[in-house]
């Protein structure tokens, strides 16, 4: 299974970003589906997951300002950021496993994806 996140950038503070990962190569919809971020110095930090039939979780630094979603037809989860925060730069990863609830310990892991916020 591989994931290819993408759609990182560097935005201003107060503005929105969409992430989306792709999945190839294995049976997307069996999947439950994680968006992580890992800040220089700092551990990774699972912010939001989705099952297969929609169930979502956050953490509480981002519940409220990210939603996450999947495409199981499109075999893609995009993770939509708003009103982003500079505490928000990081690499912002996509992960996937057959467990639910999620942890750090996940089956598969795409590359990150760089997100800076500027004040």
């Known amino acids: 299974v591989q994931l290819q996140a993408s759609g990182g950038g560097l935005v201003q503070a107060g503005d929105s970003l969409r992430l989306s990962c792709a999945v190839s190569?294995?049976?997307?919809?069996?999947?439950?589906m994680g968006w992580f971020r890992q800040a220089p110095g700092k551990e990774r930090e699972l912010l939001t997951g989705?099952?297969?039939?929609?169930?979502?979780h956050y953490a509480d630094s981002v519940q409220g300002r990210f939603t996450i979603s999947r495409d199981n037809a499109k075999n893609t989860v995009y993770l939509q950021m708003n009103s982003l925060k500079p505490e928000d730069t990081a690499v912002y990863y996509c992960?996937?496993?057959?467990?639910?609830?999620?942890?750090?310990?996940?089956?598969?892991w795409g590359k990150g994806t760089q997100v800076t916020v500027s004040s």
């Open positions: 190569g294995g049976t997307f919809s069996i999947y439950a």
């Open positions: 992960a996937a496993d057959k467990s639910w609830p999620l942890t750090r310990e996940m089956e598969y």
């Open positions: 989705i099952t297969w039939r929609g169930n979502t």
